[in-house]
């Protein structure tokens, strides 16, 4: 059984930092692209950044210069470090797990149940 299991989230003041985590189980972490989305209240969930097994990363333009996704292997781990972080941010973030390679909302494979980051202004 797959489980992808974030962890991180919380309430941050603007201009501050987080750092979400997914743990994988239940499937061969290193083949798969990860990836996190997110959805803000009243909003479509989003995609954030994505990276492949061989670690080369993508970012939606809203984020670009402030998140990092990353990931490690041997810890069946991916990460998104968050930095600058504006009220706008404020989202459930959710870590997905896809083998195809379209980066969309719908060509996810697997998907957690997220973690709410809070961005206060």
């Known amino acids: 059984q797959v489980q992808l299991v974030e962890s991180g989230g919380g309430l941050v003041e603007a201009g501050g930092s987080l750092r979400l985590s997914c743990a994988a189980s239940?499937?061969?972490?290193?083949?798969?692209?990860m990836a996190w989305f997110r959805q803000a209240p009243g909003k479509e969930r989003d995609f954030v950044a994505a990276?492949?097994?061989?670690?080369?990363?993508t970012y939606a333009d809203s984020v670009k210069g402030r998140f990092t996704i990353s990931r490690d292997n041997a810890k069946n781990t991916v990460y998104l470090q968050m930095n600058r972080l504006e009220a706008e941010d404020t989202a459930v973030y959710y870590c997905?797990?896809?083998?195809?390679?379209?980066?969309?909302?719908?060509?996810?494979?697997?998907w957690g149940k997220g973690t709410l980051v809070t961005v206060s202004s």
């Open positions: 990276i492949r097994y061989y670690g080369a990363g």
């Open positions: 239940g499937l061969p972490f290193s083949t798969y692209a």
């Open positions: 997905a797990a896809t083998r195809r390679s379209t980066m969309s909302d719908e060509g996810m494979n697997y």
